[in-house]
Nanobody, 125 residues
């Protein structure tokens, strides 16, 4: 199995940027497709972005496309989410997750096997 720890959250003004990191330990990081999800107060968890085990195959929610970029460094066992042009509606707890199934990056959180504890992102207007 793999253990995931997110960092990089915080409070920024609308229009600003943040970069989230997710450090993985345990089983080989490159064995997993990885994803970012978020959950705002009173709302269900939603998909943000996902990336394949290796290479550049990525997937994004329409709400973040063009503003967020997911990437990974398998040598450093780390997943990233670069968030630009942030909006108040991006405020949420952001979670990274690992998917050990074969195939490409998925947007269905139910398909992910391991989750981090989350990091709070707050965007002020």
């Amino acid at each position: 199995q793999v253990q995931l720890v997110e960092s990089g959250g915080g409070l920024v003004q609308a229009g600003g940027s943040l970069r989230l990191s997710c450090a993985a330990s345990g089983r080989t990081f490159s064995s997993y497709n990885m994803g970012w999800f978020r959950q705002a107060p009173g709302k269900e968890r939603e998909f943000v972005a996902a990336i394949a085990r290796v290479g550049s195959w990525t997937s994004y929610a329409d709400s973040v496309k063009g503003r967020f970029t997911i990437s990974r460094d398998n040598a450093k066992n780390t997943l990233y989410l670069q968030m630009n042009s942030l909006k108040p509606e991006d405020t949420a707890v952001y979670y990274c997750a690992a998917d050990q199934r074969l195939g490409g990056p998925r947007s269905d959180g139910a398909k992910y096997d391991y989750w981090g504890q989350g990091t709070q992102v707050t965007i002020s207007s």
